[in-house]
């Protein structure tokens, strides 16, 4: 399986920003997708998950009402919409589909 993630970038705080991740190689609606993030010297820490079907959701405290991630079966593609973005948002993102194919990461950079 292939993980294609792409989206980051820089953005001043209080923007937006639309990360996708396009998966090949495997078939995609049955398992659950998510992001996790890295930060410069710190651990890397889970985002946000959404099950196999779309109809389940999980976030982390830090991020819930300001992230929405979301799948497009037909693309083989998640999403995650960011918006409201804090410096501390900044990261390297990764996509995971389940339960342990890894994408390359993406890097977001929030300037405040």
């Known amino acids: 399986v292939q993980l294609q993630a792409f989206g980051g970038g820089l953005v001043q705080a209080g923007g937006s920003l639309r990360l996708s991740c396009a998966a090949s190689g495997r078939t995609f609606n049955n398992y659950d997708m998510g992001w996790h993030r890295q930060a410069p010297g710190k651990e890397r820490e889970f985002v946000a998950s959404?099950?196999?079907?779309?109809?389940?959701?999980l976030y982390d405290e830090s991020v819930k009402g300001r992230f929405t991630i979301s799948r497009d079966s037909a693309k083989n593609t998640v999403y995650l919409q960011m918006n409201s973005l804090k410096s501390e948002d900044t990261a390297v993102y990764y996509c995971?589909?389940?339960?342990?194919?890894w994408g390359q990461g993406t890097q977001v950079t929030v300037s405040s």
């Open positions: 995971i589909l389940a339960p342990d194919s």
């Open positions: 959404i099950s196999g079907s779309g109809g389940r959701t």
